[in-house]
């Protein structure tokens, strides 16, 4: 399966490296390219704007889910092809989670982190069985990767817990992975001894 729809999670801050940009950049144009919509948090700054404007310039449906509290704290991007205002940050993850088919995780901070962990257990409580993907550049999420390997090295979670995301390095990667990730039943995925 191709997925159609596809949510980015990313950082809006304007003080990112600029391998950051440059990666969500080549995320935006590969995505449209394979003719996908993409959703994510709706900013013209920082990685979210640098994703927004170079897939809008390669043809996409960029759609913003923003909470309607969050245009006083950050600028909306002007130009996607929706904007979708919600009225709590629930129903943002809730728009995401109804409509997307497939997520990617860019680097962020802790809205960024919160979404994805977020997206992961739900998935790990069999909610959905889409692919989620952590574009892993420069070494961003290691520690969080090391994080997650050592629930399952504590027993906190089975060994199979791991195969429910993958990380790439590259924007090459992520676009693999998604497009050839296998439908699966959404099944739970706790301990070893289920």
């Not at 596809?6 to 950082?11: F, H, L, S």
């Amino acid at each position: 399966m191709k997925p159609k729809t596809i949510g980015v999670y990313c950082a809006s801050s304007p003080h990112v490296p600029p391998q950051y940009l440059q990666a969500a950049s080549q995320l935006g144009t590969a995505l449209a390219r394979a003719g996908v919509t993409i959703y994510y948090g709706g900013g013209a700054a920082g990685l979210m704007g640098a994703l927004a404007d170079a897939a809008l310039a390669a043809g996409a449906q960029v759609i913003g889910v923003r909470p309607k509290f969050i245009s006083g704290i950050e600028n909306d991007h002007r130009g996607v092809s929706e904007m979708i205002v919600t009225q709590t940050m629930h129903e943002r993850k809730q728009v995401f989670h109804d409509r997307c088919e497939a997520f990617v995780a860019l680097p962020g901070a802790i809205g960024t982190l919160d979404e994805l962990i977020e997206t992961i257990a739900w998935k790990r409580l069999g909610l959905h069985s889409r692919p989620i993907c952590i574009l892993n550049v420069d070494g961003f999420f290691d520690p969080l990767l090391q994080q997650l390997r050592r629930l399952v090295d504590q027993e906190l979670v089975a060994e199979r817990f791991l195969s429910l995301f993958a990380w790439a390095t590259d924007v090459t990667g992520v676009m693999d992975y998604i497009g050839n990730h296998a439908p699966s039943a959404a099944t739970p995925v706790m301990w070893d001894d289920d």
